[in-house]
């Protein structure tokens, strides 16, 4: 230990190397990063910096969790994943306040490597999803898992990312809750995203000293987790849809709920729409690229490009609504 790491240390500092604001409790919004591709697959890094001028300046957002669901983070090589959390972080620094990076894989190994690697490049948070091939099947395996990945990066903050829909591992958060800062003392929060409120609910009831984050990943809903408290959103939707969804934060907190209602009912008819038109990661690119003007390129196989039909009719649908600010 050099002797400026020991006096970190006697000073607990939450992020030692970090380049984003230290110990800033991760709240409000927090866009779920696409990775952008060239048009034959490859990963673009050439249009983060832009990107992330695009999420400050024109939504609003300064949060951003890298290689997740929305980033195809299980589809990219660890290579990949490597290069995009670097340029991530080295084009967040100095605009953004939070870059969480996606850590999780069905390799131990690889997950230790890539929280080691979060650690190195001064992330200000990691995250891991549950394994997904062979599940853990209680609380307990669950945790073990989740502890060997964040003791490898014992100073940075730990976020459990739940999502039932796509991992098929269904141990209530409330339940994982119990002990777990004993297990693992980085804990700092969940990223929530399941319909199952009464879960959410009881977290936050649990919390009663709020050490923890509870950021919601169920855009379409949001407005009900605020109602039971979370403490902010992890999602795709902010990617374009970030300043609609901060001005219904601003309306919830005043409070106006009759506004905050209009914006969810607003950001939901869009939803809604899409959704039964067929939905997912190829499409949030689509969407991304239409309305920031940044090309997103295709999605990693197995999933395929959205149609042009997709795009004419989610282009129309988002034009359609009328904002109660105007625009
Ligand atoms: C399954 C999935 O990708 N969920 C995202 C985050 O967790 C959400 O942001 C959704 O994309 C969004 O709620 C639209 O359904
Ligand atoms: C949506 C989300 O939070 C993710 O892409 O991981």
């Known amino acids: 230990h050099t002797g400026l790491e020991v006096w970190e240390s006697l000073l607990s500092l939450p992020f030692p190397d970090s380049s984003m604001t230290p ?63 670097e340029e991530w972080v080295r084009q967040g620094k100095d605009k953004l306040d939070h870059v969480i990076v996606h850590v999780g894989a069905l390799s131990l190994p690889e997950s230790q490597d890539l929280a080691r690697h979060a650690a190195a490049i001064g992330a200000s948070g990691i995250a891991v999803i549950a394994p997904f091939f062979f599940k853990p099947t209680n609380k307990d395996e669950l945790v073990a898992f989740l502890q060997k990945v964040a003791s490898e990066a014992s100073g940075v903050p730990f976020y459990y990312y739940h ?124 969407v991304m690229t239409f309305v920031s003007g940044i090309p997103m390129g295709p999605p990693r196989p197995p999933l395929v490009n959205a149609s042009e039909e997709f795009i004419a009719k989610a282009k129309a649908k988002l034009d359609s609504i009328a904002w109660p600010d105007g625009d």
Do not use: W
Not at 180 to 208: W, Y
């Open 23 to 85: 110990g800033k409790k991760l709240e409000g919004l927090v866009a779920a990063t696409i990775t952008p591709m060239t048009p034959d697959g490859q990963v673009n890094l050439s249009v983060i910096r832009q990107y992330v001028d695009y999420l400050v300046s024109e939504q609003n957002v300064k949060n951003i969790f890298v290689n997740g669901t929305t980033g195809e983070g299980l589809s990219l090589s660890i290579q990949e994943r490597k290069q995009l959390a």
């Open 163 to 286: 999502i039932p829909p796509l991992t098929g591992v269904k141990i209530r958060v409330e339940e994982l809750l119990d002990g777990i800062r004993e297990q693992i003392p980085t804990f700092q929060g969940v990223k929530f995203s399941d319909t199952d409120l009464l879960d959410l609910a009881q977290c936050i009831n649990k919390n009663e000293s709020e050490q923890f984050a509870f950021l919601y990943g169920v855009d379409e809903q949001l407005l009900g987790a605020l109602a039971v408290g979370a403490n902010g959103a992890v999602g795709s939707t902010y990617n374009y849809l970030g300043r609609k969804t901060n001005l219904m934060l601003q309306a919830f907190a005043k409070p106006d709920h009759a506004l905050a209602q209009k914006y969810q009912f607003l950001i939901g008819e869009f939803l809604n729409f899409v959704i039964k038109l067929g939905f997912g990661v190829a499409q949030t690119k689509a």
